[in-house]
């Protein structure tokens, strides 16, 4: 049964000489992943080589009791301009959606709403400048990645004595077994938690002002964020060292 979709490729290795294992996230039908016989020939039914990031309407078919789904048709429009000279660090923060995406989404399970939200952090990506703006698009992305995949963090109130939080409180934590902050009163029950700074904090519990945040401010935030996926996956991300260095 063939299938026609929107997708951004997140994955693509070769498999030989002529051909690709590419990984797609879609619109309707979740994470796919296929091969695309001849995708590096020059003249090939895929406009040439698939590239990460690369997004259109694909066709593919698959069969359940197959593992991997044939690609036979993609018209890649490129995410990436590379001739307008792509910041190295945005290119990072993209790398590090595309494989926390990877990582807590399944095949074939879809996701509408985070489709579009990846695909608007990708243009928006590539068209901000500057790290301040870079780090509060990717958070802002891995909010809703947390979000849709059920994981959303508490982080208006202490996930322990679901006391709210308050700028007024003296010491704040996060935790990631407890997944989200914790009070001063609550702390010692949670052996993984790390301190949080006041102004983290406050941006947290209210996200509506995170625009606001400073990049000293974001980049803290993305620690902690960084130390949640390291947990949630049980191991560190691999590109979370391109993004704030440990
Ligand atoms: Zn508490």
Known sequence: ????????????????????????????????????????????????????????????????????????????????????????????????????????????????????SFEQFLQNTFEAVGRGDFLLLLILFQLSLLKEVGLRPILDACVNCKSRYATSQREVYFSSDGNGLVCRDCEANFADKIRVSRQAANTLANLKTIGDANEKTLTEIERILIHHFTEILHKPPKMAKYIVKS
């Open 1 to 116: 049964m063939l299938t026609r979709d929107v997708a951004i490729c997140i994955r693509a290795v070769d498999y030989s000489e002529t051909s690709q294992i590419v990984s797609f996230f879609t619109r309707a039908s979740g994470k796919i992943s296929a091969i695309a016989k001849g995708s590096k020939r020059p003249k090939s039914a895929f406009d040439g080589p698939i590239e990460i990031f690369s997004s259109g309407e694909i066709v593919f078919s698959h069969r359940p009791e197959r593992k991997l789904a044939t690609l036979t048709e993609f018209e890649q429009r490129p995410v990436l301009t590379p001739q307008h000279g792509i910041d190295l660090f945005a290119l990072n923060c993209g790398y590090f959606a595309g494989e926390l995406l990877d990582h807590l989404t399944d095949e074939c399970d879809p996701h509408p709403e985070l489709f579009d």
